[in-house]
């Protein structure tokens, strides 16, 4: 059976049903990496409530048969001006002109990669939304270059870098619009 999606806001109920197994399901994606301070649970746990708060917050998590989280995505909207676009220098002015969906998160457990579950969740996310475009960053190594790759193939492009914070690896920032070919309107 596949994975069951459920779509999250930022209406309070729903930040108060999402959190546990958005942790929950972070620690078992991210489990290789969670010694890594940048990483850590307690570090993962302090940006998702940070997020949960801001403007446009969307999440959608994918839970299996047996009600376990298996997959996740959040994001919220970002307007001209945000730190995530300072963070970035230089970016072109006519992508950061328009409300944008920061695409902050996004995995799959072991057993589910490769599945297109990935894509199913980011689709998802944006299906309904407002926004013009989706922005993402993504670690430059993260699968020797693979998970850039991937974003590659789902229409994303580079558009600058990003060093968040010590600790934090160099992201690649990437750009797409909300609508492609394969996934017109919104």
């Keep these: 059976m596949s994975p069951r999606l459920r779509r999250y806001t930022n209406a309070p109920a729903d930040i108060a049903q999402v959190v546990a197994p958005l ?3 972070y620690a078992k994606v991210r489990e290789p990496l969670l010694h890594l301070p940048n990483y850590a649970v307690a ?3 302090e ?6 708060e801001e403007p446009g917050f969307g999440a959608v998590l994918a839970f299996d048969a047996e009600e376990e989280p298996v997959g996740y995505a959040y994001g919220n909207t970002v307007q001209s001006g945000d730190r995530w676009w300072r963070r970035m220098g230089e970016v072109d002015a006519g992508l950061t002109s328009a409300p944008t969906l920061a695409l902050k998160e996004i ?3 072991p057993a589910h990669r490769g599945t297109g579950l ?4 980011h689709d998802e996310l944006l299906a309904g939304r ?10 430059a190594a993260a699968g020797d270059g693979k998970v850039r790759r991937v974003y590659e193939s789902w229409g994303y492009r580079a558009i600058g870098t990003s060093l ?3 600790g934090s690896p160099l992201l690649i920032a ?3 619009s909300t609508t492609t070919p394969d996934r017109p309107g919104r």
Excluded: K, Q, W
């Excluded at 990935?118 to 969740?121: E, G, N």
């Design 23 to 25: 942790i929950a399901v």
């Design 43 to 45: 570090t993962f746990a």
């Design 47 to 52: 940006r998702l409530e940070r997020h949960g």
């Design 107 to 109: 995995g799959v457990t």
């Design 118 to 121: 990935a894509r199913r969740i």
């Design 130 to 139: 407002d926004e013009a475009y989706v922005s993402l960053m993504v670690n």
């Design 164 to 166: 968040p914070g010590p």
């Design 174 to 176: 990437m750009i797409r």
